[in-house]
């Protein structure tokens, strides 16, 4: 004959529950952690780029990097006095777009890598404020992003017009209306992208002003603006990382962003 089971006391109840709720959180915080680590991680190249060059210092603060040119340097770029604030796509290691701001900054750019939380740019999407109101040695300003980084650019460049001049989107559409801004504004995607949601890329399409300088790089996938090796779902690129960077730094070597021919 079986004994029967006595009930729970309320102490008991009280444990159990807590256990629980322990062990609930204790799930959730793995989780997150897991999360914030699952990103894609810079290469050996881009890890080597930003430790700067003979030409190039880097700056490392809490939340940005800024490659500027040295003060020993006898050279500067035609586009002294000009800023560049970049937001890394999500889920990326912003290290990862060192080799292409270290082109830039060899321009003579002031380049601001931001550091965003969790690796996505949507929760530090006016991350580029402080950095404005800090450099007061900037004349004009430049927001450049990629993917959903250039999303948020173009979210910030919208509510920030007066302050920014030229805004370079990336495999990246703008969700609002920057139609009727006084601003430069350029849009690159590869062939090969698999990424980039056309759908939306011409949905939105319209929220750039009509003079908006598009380029479609033939042969380049969604990940070769950076080095972080290759990018789930994307397209096979048949041209090199560097070819790609090279015709975004060409934009900005050309007279459309006034650094080029005297």
């Known amino acids: 004959m079986s004994k029967e089971k006595k009930p729970l006391t309320k102490s008991e109840k009280r444990v159990i529950i807590i256990m629980v709720i322990v062990a609930i959180v204790a799930a959730s915080i793995f989780g997150v952690l897991i999360y914030i680590n699952d990103y894609y991680k810079a290469t050996e190249k881009a890890q080597k780029a930003i430790l700067g060059n003979e030409l190039i210092e880097v700056r490392e603060k809490d939340n940005y990097y800024l490659l500027t040119q040295k003060v020993t340097s006898s050279y500067r770029g035609p586009a002294e006095g000009q800023g560049i604030i970049f937001y890394p796509g999500g889920k990326v290691d912003e290290v990862a777009y060192a080799p292409l701001m270290l082109e830039l900054a060899e321009m003579g750019y002031d380049v601001y890598i931001v550091k965003m939380p969790a690796k996505l740019a949507i929760l530090g999407s ?76 011409e949905k939105y399409y319209n929220n750039l002003p009509e003079d908006m300088v598009e380029t479609i790089i033939d042969g380049g996938n969604h990940a070769y603006y950076a080095h972080y090796g290759e990018q789930d779902g994307d397209g096979t690129a048949t041209i090199t990382r560097e070819e790609q960077q090279q015709t975004v730094l060409d934009i900005f070597l050309s007279a459309e962003l006034g650094i080029g021919e005297e």
């Open 126 to 201: 006016n991350a580029a404020e402080g950095i404005i109101e800090s450099a007061t040695n900037i004349t004009e300003w430049t927001m450049m992003g990629h993917s959903l980084g250039g999303a948020m650019a173009a979210s910030f460049s919208a509510t920030h017009d007066e302050e920014i001049d030229n805004l370079v989107l990336l495999a990246a559409y703008s969700m609002e209306d920057l139609s009727g801004l006084d601003m430069d504004v350029y849009s690159f995607y590869g062939s090969e992208d698999k990424v980039l949601n056309m759908e939306n890329y």
